[in-house]
């Protein structure tokens, strides 16, 4: 069962790579979840994950196009963008330094 981050992964780098140019209309889902072997429910998340990185995007009646991402910031990075993998503890508190704002500053210069 393919992951639906693998497949936009590799859709970003068809994208990247000039393969899909611009302004070129991607399959329907139906029919992209048919090219991938993949559910019709994995493709809904694919366009949806191309859509949030910036990828695409989807008119409705029209179809989803790949989007003129020259001269743009590049979307942001997954590890920025995506819930952490693991639990954070957050039990732990610390007390601030008295002198935190001073050590601060001849750090950061």
Do not use: C, W
């Not at 302004?23 to 019709?40: K, M």
């Not at 910031?73 to 639990?87: D, Q």
């Amino acid at each position: 069962m393919k992951d639906y981050r693998s497949v936009a992964d590799a859709v970003a780098a068809e994208i990247g790579a000039g393969r899909l140019k611009a302004g070129e209309r991607l399959p329907t889902q139906r029919e992209f979840a048919r090219q991938y072997g993949i559910a019709n429910s994995t493709a809904t998340r694919v366009y949806q994950e191309l859509a949030r990185r910036g990828l695409t995007e989807g008119h409705v009646g029209r179809g989803t196009f790949v989007r003129d991402t020259s001269g743009t910031a590049a979307p942001p990075a997954p590890a920025l963008s995506e819930p952490a993998g693991s639990r954070v503890d957050l039990e732990l508190n610390y007390p601030v330094v008295p002198e935190q704002a001073e050590l601060l500053a001849a750090g950061l210069g």
